[in-house]
T-cell receptor, first 115, second 113 residues
Framework: EPEVTQTPSHQVTQMGQEVILRCVPI?????FYWYRQILGQKVEFLVS????????KSEIFDDQFSVERPDGSNFTLKIRSTKLEDSAMYFC?????????????FGPGTRLTVL | AQSVTQPDIHITVSEGASLELRCNYS??????LFWYVQSPGQGLQLLLK??????LVQGIKGFEAEFKRSQSSFNLRKPSVHWSDAAEYFC???????????FGTGTRLQVTL
């Protein structure tokens, strides 16, 4: 069964450093998303991406964040200068525009720890 | 803007007992509703979804949920809980095709033997 994959599973970085989180969505999907979950809190939407541009973003997704689909398979989230409060689990998701019910398939997540 | 409320932060049930997890949503039109389960250290797995038609939906692992428009609710149920059901359960609402999902704060289910 096709699945969304994410790398790395755990990333530790120093405050102020840049990090890139990588995702491989399901191959025939056209919509891509990033969500985050701070420890003990709910899953929050960050950004959605379609046709090589951002469709929607939350207020969390400020100028420190960017997304890119550098090739036909990867979807990345970059945080330019990490802060302590960026420590969270980051989930990538994808959906097939052909489905009318917006089912999003989630990856296993990348745990980001900012020291 | 849409929102989701899961009033129960933590629920403990005995194995074999029935389960109901509550979810209330706020959205002006007919929402797309989802229940996801998250096991420790794992990602989110879809249990079931509702977007139209029959208001009682069946999902995986023996779960079902009922959409009640009058109560703005989408409660998750299971007749007999298994120890492996211990996990965190998230209710989510979407507003249309490929729209973002808004999640509730989750309910942590503990199952005692």
């Amino acid at each position: 069964e096709p699945e969304v994959t994410q790398t790395p599973s755990h990333q530790v970085t120093q405050m102020g450093q840049e990090v890139i989180l990588r995702c491989v969505p399901i191959s025939n999907h056209l919509y891509f998303y990033w969500y985050r979950q701070i420890l003990g809190q709910k899953v929050e939407f960050l950004v959605s991406f379609y046709n090589n541009e951002i469709s929607e973003k939350s207020e969390i997704f400020d100028d420190q964040f960017s997304v890119e689909r550098p090739d036909g398979s990867n979807f990345t989230l970059k945080i330019r200068s990490t802060k302590l409060e960026d420590s969270a689990m980051y989930f990538c998701a994808s959906s097939d525009l052909g489905q009318a019910n917006n089912e999003q398939f989630f990856g296993p997540g990348t745990r980001l720890t900012v020291l | 803007a849409q929102s989701v409320t899961q009033p129960d932060i933590h629920i403990t049930v005995s194995e074999g007992a029935s389960l109901e997890l509550r979810c209330n949503y706020s959205y002006g039109a007919t929402p797309y509703l989802f229940w996801y389960v998250q096991s420790p250290g794992q990602g989110l797995q879809l249990l079931l979804k509702y977007f139209s038609g029959d208001t009682l939906v069946q999902g995986i692992k023996g779960f079902e949920a009922e959409f009640k428009r009058s109560q703005s609710s989408f409660n998750l149920r299971k007749p007999s809980v298994h120890w492996s059901d211990a996990a965190e359960y998230f209710c989510a609402v979407g507003t249309g095709t490929a729209s973002k999902l808004t999640f509730g704060t989750g309910t942590r289910l503990q199952v005692t033997l």
